[in-house]
């Protein structure tokens, strides 16, 4: 009988690993023995302080970016097998069982750390898609957090030109400019507004809303040119107060939700990138080099640290992006 170890919010702003029985693969599912795993520092920092928007109920089990290696399965898997590297959306823990629908090989060579990127890669994209962003457009990611980071990233790759990161940390902004932002604005020392009506000549086409801050919302709106699209990528956590007669109607804006839980439906008439889809692609993304995560990595530290892993991204902003969990010493 094999007994794991696992991260569990008790209670808010409390992290404490408590040991379980792992559970032995039933059909059509596989055993994992994490390697990696990947703090999405938005999401689980609101789910630890109990945010508005947040279940606010304990205990919580964390995570959703777990990368290991497949040591049993159960009836009915045949294309995964024992030995297999895999990622999956799984939570913060040393052994994970999981349907096998949501378990996907990695590509040869990559790296386990590298691989629990995955996730949070296919979190922003499906917001970048939604942006429709051309060649061309202006481009402004208010937020560089990690779902910002990766929204400015892949904006790049569709073309944003010029691409423009603001945040308030300068550490944030260096990392965006080695992912491909043309311009970086500090928040806490800029004019905001007229730096990038400079840049643009009166707006972004696109504006990227990655905070999760409800008070980032009226800021993005005024950002944006006439008949430009806001994006409103981050969770965000807590309400606002907007001039929609202004800041909205006067300007013809297009607004977008983008939450990853929303993805549009497929219908015959219409293709859209599935969950499955992105998630590959990240993958792919990834093992081409054609995202860096590596630049994204601030800090990697035993499982049994994670108390310590989340002070940090809900203390120390102006330190760390990403921060990955090892689990490779639990045998």
């Known amino acids: 009988m094999v007994r794991g170890k696992r991260v569990v919010f008790t209670r808010p702003n409390r992290v404490e690993i408590e040991e379980y029985q792992v559970s032995e693969p039933n059909k059509d599912e596989v055993l994992i023995k994490t390697v990696s795993t990947l703090i999405s520092s938005g999401t689980e920092t609101a789910y630890l302080l109990a945010l508005p928007n947040t279940p606010r109920k304990f205990p919580i089990y964390p995570g ?15 294309d995964i097998g024992v030995g297999d590297k895999v990622v999956a959306p ?36 499906q917001g970048v898609r939604k942006a429709q962003i051309e060649i061309g457009d202006s481009v402004v990611v208010l937020g560089l957090g990690l779902i910002g980071q990766l929204a400015l990233a892949l904006a790049k790759l569709n073309g ?19 992912l491909g ?8 020392k800029e004019d905001i507004e007229k730096k990038v009506y400079g840049i643009t000549n009166g707006g972004a086409e696109v504006v990227i809303e990655a905070t999760g801050n409800p008070k980032a919302i009226p800021l993005a709106f005024k950002l944006a040119r006439k008949f430009g699209r806001v994006i409103l990528l981050g969770s965000t956590r807590g309400e606002t107060t907007v001039n929609f007669y202004s800041d909205v109607h006067k300007k013809g804006l297009t607004i977008i939700g983008a939450h990853n839980s929303i993805r549009p439906r497929y219908e015959s008439h219409h293709f859209w ?6 998630i590959k692609l990240a993958l792919r993304l990834i093992s081409l080099k054609r995202i860096d995560v590596k630049s ?12 310590e892993a989340y002070d940090k991204l809900i203390n120390a902003k102006n330190e760390v992006i990403a921060i990955l969990l090892d689990w490779s010493s639990i045998g």
């Open 64 to 78: 959703y970016s777990n990368s290991g290696i497949v040591i049993a399965k159960g009836e009915n898997v045949e």
């Open 273 to 278: 990138w599935t969950a499955e889809d992105d």
């Open 296 to 307: 994204l990595i601030s800090l990697k530290l035993p499982y049994h640290k994670a108390a």
């Open 90 to 125: 799984a939570n913060h823990a040393s052994h994970v069982v999981v349907n096998k629908r949501y378990v996907y090989k990695m590509p040869t060579g990559l790296s386990h750390d590298e691989a629990t990127f995955f996730n949070v890669i296919a979190i922003a994209l």
């Open 160 to 178: 944003a030109l010029p691409l423009i990161g603001i945040d308030l940390y300068e550490y944030r902004l260096k990392v965006a400019e080695k």
């Open 181 to 188: 932002a043309d311009y970086i604005i500090n928040a806490s």
